[in-house]
């Protein structure tokens, strides 16, 4: 937009005052080189006006619009104002230095601002109004008029007012639902209503600043642009007063992703959207909802196995916006209990595992086991559940069925165990111990019998939080020689969300291994006794 507030054919004008009506989240203060920091993203994303602040309000606002409007030279700078001299005069001064000034002024039109806040009457506010646009022409061109709680206002006298002001040199004319009052509907034929029923609408950009009280600020913002106007006020990560102001990144990439509808561009760089997103959320300390449009942890996130099969075949089967058109990471397959095959299958085949069917059924009945117990399983859940299933270079002989333990600080550590044998059969023992673990392995030994002695055991967290997978690490030594006239050390490690589970699974592999090893030997030696008997 020049500074005449010209209206350029169909283009949106993106006014961005996240550090105004943004900053005004509770908890959200910055200070002034974050301001700064933040205004240099916003002009290399392509915003065509930026409110820096309200100069008259404390003397860190009046110095951020001042050094912003110093430094920033390629879009409208921005001071907001009451309908006074005094503000008017403060936010000239922080503008001075800027290439491109705006004073932004005005007062209610609602009659329960009017009466209430402005204590005057409808024709005391209009005069205020006009008095202060004529003020604020004498230091810049570029007047933005804000007709505060037009939402809520008689249209009638709306319409007064915005005609009112534009005689007097407003160049932009700003129509807020201040309370996030207004349907769609209604917000739409508001606009509609200025632009066909004020005679001189057309010299002046129409814009809209939407609050999200009842959740509609998009969906207001765009009928009122649908409706004729040409600028949209917007936040990044739609902070604000109360519930947060009409969102920056749902505006632009609605009108981006749906030109067929609006016909209209804003000229943002949209890959800039997710990085500028997360620096306002860092600086200003106020997280973004995992669910949040566009910029959400879960916007291109994909739980669901059908949606998992569907973006795996065609990334437009379920997403209308490719990740990196707003600078965010690819689409993540994030696996739960609601996956199926072909993600799990998708996400083993990037961290670079090659299973046959059967080793891939093993995975994923064990993957189930942990997704019904955790929210989502990691990479690093995934590579110990398949440590577990897959990398066992050698016949299990025995394996756990169940396992099952009573414990506490004035009880016997009790567990039961259930093993099934090599022909097939399923043998329950239990036995009692030390400590669970302790009472576990001793259960287990008086199934299987094979002597050995504990020498090390470690647990390790395998990802975070109170349901992580633990990863259980045993090194067991035989009581006799194998292979040879030594005693032989064979390691165990097991993987689960309970760790008494881990530590079973653990001595269970430790102890298949041990008996491999043996079959081994019996089987060199018997090799060795027919090779020996050949020779005879």
Do not use: W
Request: charge should be negative; charged fraction near 25%; include cysteine.
């Amino acid at each position: 937009m020049d500074e005449g507030g010209v209206d350029i054919p169909g283009h949106v004008y993106v006014f961005d005052t996240t550090l105004r009506d943004g900053e005004q989240s509770p908890g959200a203060a910055l200070n002034v080189d974050e301001k700064l920091e933040i205004a240099r993203t916003l002009e290399a994303m392509g915003v065509d006006i930026i409110e820096a602040g309200f100069p008259i309000s404390s003397p860190g606002d009046f110095q951020a619009v001042q050094r912003i409007s110093a430094e920033i030279r390629g879009c409208v700078i921005c001071g907001l104002t009451r309908a006074n001299r005094k503000d008017i005069d403060a936010a000239a001064a922080a503008l001075e230095g800027a290439a491109h000034p705006r004073i932004h002024t005005g007062l209610g039109v609602s009659d329960v601002h009017v009466k209430h806040k402005l204590r005057t009457t409808r024709e005391g506010a209009l005069e205020m109004g006009v008095d202060a646009v004529k003020y604020a022409r004498r230091f810049v061109d570029d007047v933005q008029y804000y007709a505060e709680d037009a939402g809520r206002a008689d249209p009638e006298y709306l319409y007064r007012v915005v005609e009112a002001v534009i005689d007097a040199g407003a160049t932009v004319i700003n129509i807020p639902d201040t309370t996030g009052y207004s349907s769609p509907e209604e917000f739409g034929a508001l606009i509609r209503g200025i632009v066909e029923n004020v005679p001189n609408s057309d010299q002046a950009v129409i814009s809209v600043h939407c609050h999200n009280d009842l959740g509609m600020a998009t969906a207001n913002t765009l009928a009122g642009v649908r409706n004729g106007a040409r600028q949209v006020e917007v936040t990044v990560n739609g902070i604000g007063e109360r519930a947060g102001n009409t969102s920056l990144e749902e505006v632009v990439m609605a009108l981006k992703t749906r030109n067929d509808l609006f016909g209209l561009d804003t000229g943002i760089d949209t890959s800039r959207i997710y990085p500028v997103s997360r620096m306002v959320s860092q600086l200003t300390s106020i997280p973004v909802q995992p669910n949040k449009a566009i910029v959400g942890a879960n916007a291109f996130a994909h739980s669901s196995g059908i949606h998992q099969d569907g973006v795996l075949k065609e990334r437009t089967t379920y997403e209308i916006i490719n990740p990196r058109d707003v600078g965010a990471p690819e689409s993540a397959i994030v696996l739960s209990a609601r996956s199926g095959r072909h993600g799990l299958r998708h996400r083993l085949a990037e961290l670079g595992y090659v299973l046959s069917d059967e080793q891939f059924e093993k995975v994923y009945q064990r993957f189930l086991d942990v997704a019904d117990k955790k929210k989502t399983v990691d990479t690093r859940d995934l590579e110990a559940i398949v440590a577990d299933e897959v990398q066992m270079f050698f016949d299990e002989t025995y394996h756990l069925e169940q396992i099952q333990v009573s414990c506490g600080n004035r009880s016997i550590p009790t567990a039961t165990v259930r093993v099934r044998r090599p022909d097939g059969t399923v043998v329950c023992d239990a036995d009692h111990g030390a400590g669970p673990v302790d009472a576990v392995y001793r259960a287990i030994n008086r199934v299987i019998g094979e002597p050995n002695e504990l020498i090390e055991f470690s647990i390790q967290a395998v990802t975070e939080g109170i349901d992580a997978v633990g990863r259980v690490t045993i090194r067991i030594q035989t009581d006799e020689p194998v292979n040879g006239d030594r005693r032989q050390i064979f390691s165990g490690h097991g993987a689960d969300t309970d760790i008494i589970a881990a530590s079973a699974k653990a001595y269970m592999f430790a102890l298949n291994r041990l008996i491999a090893a043996r079959k081994d030997s019996r089987r060199g030696a018997e090799a060795e006794a027919e090779a020996e008997a050949e020779r005879l």
